[in-house]
């Protein structure tokens, strides 16, 4: 599809567990954004990429998360040891970053942490 | 520290009335603007921008008020119609960091046919 692609959809885990999260962006879009939504919230930034490097990893709550763009395309988010409090829907956006701009998110993938 | 903010969870209107939405910003340093929809189990969608060099944005049915003095802005649908039942999120981006979007908590929109 033309879109913004996320895997898996859905995703449950045990408290203490690692999860990936993979993000497709549109084809040609440099720019690279996650972004976490809690029930009731709106869009938390985490982190933004431009090509291969993070570059405003400053939304990252702590340690335990951590993102990469080996190829400047893909982006995996990583999450370690999680916690209660990581259940949420972490939403992957991108755009061409020629200035400000639109974002162009994908339908997201919901964390639920048992 | 929410520095966006929609402080209507909620709002009902009558199909082909006015819907406004509303959205205060603390930082006076956001210079950029937009709004998004989102329907359920979908991500958001872009629905209009404005920057903050003007104070008004039309794109058909939907207009942005920007008010840079009382740090407000909304968004005006007319008409309103039941497919544009939805939650909409208003972000904002600084000045030096345009790549970092600040989004207030949603305003869910119904319209009533």
């Known amino acids: 599809g033309a879109g913004v692609s996320q895997t898996p959809s859905n995703k449950v885990t045990e408290k203490g567990k690692y999860v990936e999260l993979r993000c497709d962006p549109i084809?040609?879009?440099?720019?690279l954004y996650w972004y976490r939504q809690s029930l009731g919230q709106g869009p938390e930034f985490l982190i933004y990429?431009?090509?291969?490097?993070?570059?405003?990893d400053s939304g990252l709550p702590n340690d335990r998360f951590f993102a990469v763009r080996p190829e400047g395309s893909v982006s995996t988010l990583k999450i370690q040891r999680t916690e209660r409090g990581d259940s949420a829907v972490y939403l992957c956006?991108?755009?061409?970053?020629?200035?400000?701009?639109?974002?162009?998110f994908g339908e997201g993938s919901r964390l639920t942490v048992l | 520290d929410q520095q966006v903010k929609q402080n209507s969870p909620s709002l009902s209107v009558q199909e082909g009335r006015i819907s406004i939405l509303n959205c205060d910003y603390t930082?006076?340093?956001?210079?950029?603007f937009l709004w998004y929809k989102k329907y359920p189990a979908e991500g958001p969608t872009f629905l209009i921008s404005?920057?903050?060099?003007?104070d008004k944005n039309e794109d058909g049915r939907f207009t942005v008020f920007l008010n840079k003095s009382a740090k407000h802005l909304s968004l005006h649908i007319v008409p309103s119609q039941p497919g544009d039942s939805a939650v909409y999120f208003c972000?904002?981006?600084?000045?030096?960091?345009?790549?970092?979007?600040?989004f207030g908590s949603g305003t869910k929109l119904n319209v009533k046919p």
């Open positions: 956006a991108s755009s061409l970053d020629r200035g400000p701009g639109e974002l162009f």
């Open positions: 990429f431009q090509g291969t490097g993070a570059a405003d």
């Open positions: 084809s040609g879009h440099t720019a």
């Open positions: 972000a904002a981006s600084l000045i030096d960091n345009f790549n970092k979007f600040y």
């Open positions: 930082n006076s340093m956001f210079d950029y």
């Open positions: 404005i920057s903050s060099i003007k």
